[in-house]
């Protein structure tokens, strides 16, 4: 898959398969992605970052994120994790369930 912006509503994934998403990510998987978003209407941050909190650093602060294709999100809490090319992703859990992967910097590309 490579998807720039991948958004799932009524997800079945489970927190495990987050975990997959996310290391495989992490190894350079979906090289083009901006956003992610998954509502499973069941995260666990802690099971998503399973074996992953050691390149996790967690982000108190409100920060807005704006997607290639102009949806606008406001991540008040997260974790910020960096691959080993140095592109950091905001791993963010919205309370309905829903759990948010925001890649920086912003797009500002025009992906029309």
Known sequence: MDGIVISLEKSTLTNTDLNVFLRHWLSGGCPRLKLFSATTGD???LQV?????HN?????????Y???YGHQWTLWDGYD???ADGVTATVHYEPLGA?????WPEASDNYT
């Open 56 to 64: 996790a650093v967690f982000v108190e602060n409100r920060r807005d």
């Open 66 to 68: 704006n997607s290639p």
């Open 81 to 83: 994790i960096k691959r």
């Open 99 to 103: 759990l948010v992967i925001a890649v």
């Open 49 to 53: 970052l399973h074996g992953l909190m």
């Open 43 to 45: 995260v666990d941050i």
